[in-house]
């Protein structure tokens, strides 16, 4: 089991920066890879970054690309997310999720654990 713990979303406005962070904590010791989704309402649970399964490689979805970064911190287990630029488009609930196993990164149901979601809100 693997248990994942969102924090730093809030609201913000249209070019500020936020990075949000997940704290992994139970099965860590196998380092499944990660990654960051995001569920605007009304809207699919849609991919935003992640890395790769051996973790050398970082994937972005277009639409961040440039603005975004995933980064993690072995020794605290944790992945982050460093948004800037923000847009009132990136509004939504991010979700961190953990893969085990093989798996398209970009796909939801690679992920065999999830976070309960940090809210983030940008204004124009």
């Known amino acids: 089991q693997v248990q994942l713990v969102e924090s730093g979303g809030g609201l913000v406005q249209a070019g500020d920066s936020v990075r949000l962070s997940c704290a992994a904590s139970?099965?860590?010791?196998?380092?499944?890879?990660m990654g960051w989704f995001r569920q605007a309402p009304g809207k699919e649970r849609e991919f935003v970054a992640a890395?790769?399964?051996?973790?050398?490689?970082?994937h972005y979805a277009d639409s961040v690309k440039g603005r975004f970064t995933i980064s993690r911190d072995n020794a605290k287990n944790t992945v982050y997310l460093q948004m800037n630029s923000l847009k009132p488009e990136d509004t939504a609930v991010y979700y961190c999720?953990?893969?085990?196993?093989?798996?398209?990164?970009?796909?939801?149901?690679?992920?065999?654990?999830w976070g309960q979601g940090t809210q983030v809100t940008v204004s124009s």
């Open positions: 139970g099965r860590t010791f196998s380092r499944p890879p």
């Open positions: 999720g953990a893969r085990l196993g093989g798996g398209w990164y970009y796909s939801v149901n690679s992920y065999a654990y």
């Open positions: 890395f790769s399964t051996s973790g050398s490689i970082t």
